[in-house]
């Protein structure tokens, strides 16, 4: 069908080309998916979440948006690596980027507040089959088995510094469960710009929001992972949202992620 509008409009003496706006953005989409082919490996996210991610980066750098790039639940770096792709592009200089991850594998669920389908999973993917959970802080043997193992310190080193070559000393490794790490480090942080958590849980989600929520600039985004695809996780971001003092409007990705932006 465009074809043959295309050519009748040609026949009336007229031509169809693209704007220099929507050549732009075909650009940054070509762009997009470059960098998301250096990271594919690293990360469990759909391409959807992922170009949304890399627009967000992207517009924090061109509209100098201040603050570090943060992610609590990192896996094997693929998100952090596509801001850092993102900073390279289009940064003036380097942005501190903070990773807090237990860089093993993921706790268990809270069977009283994470919902059946955190429980299920647990249960049916990890190497251990208790009748409940109840959010204790010990890895879960064998949750990542089948997407290639949990994701070490190393390889999230390997991908940073050596593949996508981001200065090591901008980048800040925080190992360990984000109970115990945001307390001690969340406050040598600063601002930050983008705030993204994948955490999963609701324990995991709401000490995230708790105590990085403040340091997000005015105009910085907030990301949430996991809010449409666990239970534990909505509550908190739920619960969260409404103790704020100005509302927010949390903008659909995907049928998991959702974000949104600091007021």
């Known amino acids: 069908m465009k074809r043959f509008i295309k050519a009748a409009i040609q026949g009336l003496g007229y031509e169809i080309r693209k704007t220099e706006k929507e050549e732009g953005r075909r650009h940054d989409s070509a762009e997009a998916r470059e960098c998301i082919e250096v990271i594919q490996r690293n990360t469990m996210v ?16 061109m509209n100098t948006i201040p603050g570090s790039f943060v992610e609590c639940g990192v896996w094997k770096g693929g998100c952090v690596g596509l ?17 807090f991850d237990s860089f093993q594998e993921i706790c268990e ?9 955190a429980v299920r999973e647990a249960r049916e993917w990890s190497h251990e089959h208790e009748a409940s959970f109840s959010g204790r802080l010990r890895p879960l043997t064998g949750v ?3 997407f290639g193992g949990p994701g070490t310190l190393q390889e999230n080193k390997e991908l940073l510094e050596r593949k996508i070559g981001y200065p090591s000393q901008f ?5 360990g469960w984000f109970q115990d790490t945001l307390a001690m480090d969340g406050g040598s942080v600063g601002d930050i710009a983008i705030l ?26 907030i990301i949430i992972d996991d809010y449409g695809a666990y239970d534990g996780c909505r509550k908190a971001v739920d619960e969260f949202v409404e103790g704020l003092s100005s509302p927010v409007f949390l903008s659909y990705v995907s049928k998991d992620c959702r974000y949104w932006i600091k007021p």
């Not at 991610?53 to 992207?58: I, S, T, V």
């Not at 801001?83 to 990773?99: C, D, P």
């Open 46 to 61: 759909m391409h959807d979440a992922l170009l949304s991610l890399f627009e967000q980066a992207a517009f924090c750098e």
């Open 171 to 175: 980048l800040h490794y925080h190992v």
């Open 109 to 117: 669920p809270d069977a009283s507040v994470d919902g059946e389908r």
């Open 196 to 221: 993204r958590l994948d955490g999963d849980w609701y324990a995991s989600t709401k000490v995230c929001l708790t105590h990085l929520y403040d340091r997000v600039v005015r105009g910085g985004f």
């Open 83 to 99: 801001m850092a792709l993102a900073n390279q592009k289009y940064g003036s200089s380097s942005r501190h980027i903070h990773l």
């Open 144 to 146: 990542y088995d089948r």
